[in-house]
């Protein structure tokens, strides 16, 4: 039977035992609802979930680890001199009896003992279905005959009932943990087989990336180096001219709309920044390098510089455009959130609202403005697509926004989009260069959290 | 006092000049954002009009079906693009050299002779008839058309020669050019030809991940809200809980693309390139926006409501579930909306599973390989032909249309659904 088969019977069954378990709490208070501890509906989803829940986590597991037995029982009945071959070869004979038994064309001739062991193959596959299939109806029918057997008027259903739901949402809120170790350990995993070939200091200090694998040692591309110095020079040439564009037009924009502007300008600009925000990074990187660039190159070319095609400017550029509303939300709460008090005592003194801004609230409000630049350069470094799109790859160590330089992100992207083989090096290069990323976000993220917190005003 | 008056003018005007630069930045950044859409709708409407040309096609009965029997097969297979040849040799019989006559098929766009082929297996009967039939130019007669390339400059620097830009004149003068409404943008899928690329593919590819990333995401995101937000003790696990949502929240997305890569296609073995590999990263992406808007709007329920009816009996699950899920749900649906408009435009963490392949076929499920709209327009902005690039430009406003329908729907359900306490 097939899972999908499974399932739906499993359906039907606890439909049934829903209706069975209502049915019985009513029979044993004898029709009076009075009587029962909870609501006749708790009965019939005690019912339900212990039909239901043993035999679908008995098909979760089933589902993970069948491929493993299948293939241990499929080792054990190969010939010897198959068995004592590499892990690769190994994985080509399994292709091998897998497309006979599922009739596809094969690489290389039928060998006899290829053919017994796709019927072996086939044999133990259905003996695992049939298995499967009777073990998940027989629990589905025990939990049934269990909870029916434990219902009666007395029994404190509600409460069994919603301890399950409250596991289950406690799981949920695991799944947050999971992906983050998820995310922790992939990269790592993949980051610890890239520096067992590629020495981490190597990698980290390196003033040349030229990430090339050659498969023998004579070949061209030999000479490959993995030194990520002049990634990240890129990316924080990139990071800092964006920087340089969203910190003060983001930081003017949330004070004049906090301090100057009305409440109608306020309606009609605030939506429109969110608009800013609101668009997607390819569309900007699209825009940087459809019109931006070459306009950079045009107007380079008149006044007498050299600007480079896929300059880091043009790039550095838009994705200041694109964090001008991020800074700008962030200022705002912040610039808020400091009381009037301040700003009433200041007036008082005299003072013109921009000095009051300048020499009151800004300092009032620093903390939360640091906080917020800090996310906002870890959201510029980890920006890919107007990278990916506008600036180019080639792996300058400069600090002229003019050239071309290339970020981390765009490496990411070029080393597993094209089509390299998993284990070389050039592909975990990738994941090493994942795990440099998220390592020095999640510690901007951290710093910026606890600026924040020690150095807030606590006001009332 | 004398002091301060005399300071007093340098400080106005230094207060007019701040409130200057503060209405600069403003005024800068929406133009910003004005000259952004327009320079991508002034390069992408003319992407909704194609270039035809009208062929007056005789159905040769020897060249499609020589038996006479009218059988489909025969039909199917016959040689539409030496029709399309030959119907073009008759509207220019001056035509004679090889080379010549190469430059004059050249004008229509290679898919023309399918156009024939549609024709004669939907209407057998039009075998041995003459009708005219309207086919797509090719993209540098479409660039011609349009007005996007020039006609002067030196022969071989052009992409359409003199002799070629003669009979165009001279289709011109007939009325046999025309700029109809290019309905193939919206039904075809990808194609290397941009005269038949179309997004349908990459939208209904977009639509699958979508569904599959609303599916898995809220009812996760809005049980652990729950649970963080009503159930949870407050100690050291729900802490370490909550501040891996933020860090999440602030993760780039091209690791998520890697942890899908390494996890999801590597240990688990799932295909690459579906919308069910791609909804699960973006699943994972947007769980934590979810989780923190709906906190927010459970938090914003006032305790009166909570209090009433634990104090008419119902116990704390019942309270949560009839009384204050119901009354929080327009904020939360709100937060998956917007949600999902984040998850619209992602590409990043897409490229890295492997959405970024050429796939022609329009996808029908979530397991049949896709690849997403900003992806699509990913591909086609590396693409050299001048054609792509209004068909970028034009791709990504129906990306920006679809973007400004989900925030206005999101816009419109706080505004009628939420209430203020």
């Known amino acids: 039977m097939q899972v999908s088969t499974i399932l739906a019977v499993l359906l039907v069954l606890s439909s049934i035992s829903y209706l069975a378990g209502r049915r019985r709490s009513l029979a044993t208070a004898g029709g009076k609802i009075r009587l029962l501890h909870s609501l006749p509906g708790y009965y019939g989803f005690y019912a339900a979930i212990w039909c239901a829940i043993p035999a679908l986590l008995l098909l979760g597991l089933w589902q993970a680890f069948e491929g493993s037995i299948i293939t241990g029982l499929l080792i054990a009945g190969l010939p010897e001199e198959l068995k004592a071959l590499s892990p690769a070869r190994l994985q080509f004979v399994f292709n091998d009896i897998k497309n006979i038994a599922d009739g596809n064309i094969v690489a290389g001739a039928l060998k006899p003992h290829l053919q017994a062991a796709a019927a072996h193959y086939t044999h133990v596959k259905h003996i695992s279905e049939m298995a499967l299939a009777a073990l998940a109806l027989a629990l589905a029918v025990a939990g049934m005959g269990f909870a029916l057997r434990a219902i009666h008027a007395d029994h404190r259903a509600r409460n069994k009932v919603e301890g399950m739901v409250k596991i289950l949402l406690m799981a949920c809120s695991t799944i947050a943990i999971f992906t983050t170790i998820g995310i922790v350990l992939s990269v790592l995993f993949e980051a610890v087989r890239f520096f067992r070939v590629i020495p981490f200091t190597d990698f980290l200090f390196g003033l040349e990336w030229s990430p090339q694998m050659a498969i023998r040692s004579d070949q061209v591309g030999a000479s490959g180096a993995f030194g990520a110095v002049p990634l990240f020079a890129g990316t924080l040439l990139i990071s800092g001219i964006a920087m340089l564009v969203a910190v003060p037009i983001g930081l003017m924009c949330a004070i004049y709309l906090s301090e100057y502007a009305n409440r109608g300008f306020r309606a009609f600009a605030k939506p429109l920044l969110e608009i800013l925000a609101g668009i997607p990074t390819v569309v900007y990187g699209f825009f940087a390098a459809l019109t931006v660039a070459p306009l950079l190159r045009d107007v380079g070319k008149g006044l007498g510089l050299d600007v480079a095609s896929e300059s880091a400017l043009a790039a550095g550029l838009v994705m200041g455009i694109m964090i001008i509303p991020f800074v700008s939300s962030l200022s705002d709460d912040v610039i808020n959130a400091v009381p009037q008090s301040l700003r009433d005592g200041a007036y008082a003194m005299g003072s013109t609202q921009s000095e009051t801004i300048r020499q009151v609230i800004i300092p009032a409000a620093l903390p939360g403005i640091v906080g917020g630049v800090l996310l906002a350069v870890s959201r510029a470094i980890g920006e890919t697509m107007i990278v990916v799109m506008a600036a180019g790859l080639s792996a300058n160590l400069t600090a002229n926004p003019l050239q071309a330089v290339t970020t981390v992100t765009a490496q990411i992207v070029t080393l597993l989009v094209g089509d390299q083989e998993f284990d070389s090096p050039k592909t975990l290069a990738a994941f090493a260069l994942g795990l440099v990323l998220f390592a020095i976000t999640l510690a901007l993220n951290l710093i910026a959290l606890h600026v924040v917190r020690k150095y807030r005003e606590q006001y009332e | ?421």
Not at chain 2, 26 to 49: C, E
Not at chain 2, 225 to 235: D, H, Q, S, V
Not at chain 2, 242 to 252: D, F, K, R, T, Y
């Open chain 2, 1 to 421: 006092m004398d002091k301060v008056r005399a300071s007093l003018a340098k400080r106005y005007a230094k207060e007019r000049r701040f409130r200057v630069l503060g209405r600069l930045a403003i005024y800068a950044s929406l133009s910003f954002l004005v000259i952004l859409l327009s320079s991508i709708v002034a390069n992408g409407y003319t992407a909704f009009q194609q270039t035809f040309i009208r062929l007056d096609v005789h159905f040769d009965q020897q060249l499609l079906d020589p038996e006479g029997m009218g059988r489909r097969e025969a039909l199917a297979d016959a040689d539409y693009s030496g029709l399309l040849k030959k119907t073009l040799r008759e509207m220019f019989p001056e035509v004679r050299e090889r080379r010549d006559q190469r430059a004059l098929y050249a004008l229509v766009s290679p898919g023309a002779s399918y156009v024939l082929r549609e024709k004669v297996l939907s209407d057998p009967g039009l075998v041995g008839k003459t009708q005219a039939v309207w086919v797509t130019g090719d993209d540098d007669v479409d660039m011609l058309i349009k007005g996007h390339t020039e006609r002067d400059g030196p022969e071989n620097e052009r992409r359409l020669k003199d002799n070629q830009l003669g009979w165009i004149d001279g289709l011109l003068e007939k009325g046999a050019i025309q700029k109809q409404f290019n309905l193939a943008f919206f039904t075809s899928g990808d194609s290397r030809e941009p005269g038949s690329a179309g997004i349908k593919g990459a939208l209904m590819g977009s639509v699958f991940t979508l569904v599959v990333t609303l599916l898995l995401s809220f009812p996760i995101g809005v049980a652990t809200a729950i649970y963080l937000e009503e159930f949870a003790p407050k100690n050291r696990w729900t802490d370490l809980i909550e501040v891996n949502i933020n860090n999440l929240a602030a993760v780039p997305s091209i690791v998520f693309g890697l942890l899908g890569l390494a996890v999801f296609i590597n240990f688990m073995g799932l295909p690459r390139s579906v919308p069910l590999v791609g909804g699960l990263v973006l699943a994972l992406m947007t769980l934590p926006i979810i989780i923190i808007s709906g906190r927010a709007a459970l938090k914003s329920v006032p305790p009166s409501i909570r209090e009433a009816a634990l104090a008419v009996g119902a116990s704390k699950m019942q309270t949560v579930a009839h009384h204050v899920l119901p009354l929080a749900m327009p904020g939360m649906l709100t937060g998956t909306i917007i949600g999902m408009a984040h998850a619209l435009g992602e590409t990043a963490p897409l490229l890295m599973i492997g959405m970024v392949a050429f796939i022609v076929d329009v996808p029908t499920g979530a397991l049949d390989p896709a690849t997403v709209l900003p992806v699509q327009i990913y591909l086609w902005a590396d693409s050299p032909e001048r054609a792509f690039v209004e068909r970028t430009s034009a791709a990504i406003m129906v990306l920006l249309v679809f973007l400004v329908i989900m925030n206005a729907a999101a816009v419109i359900l706080r505004k009628r659904f939420e209430r203020r306490w």
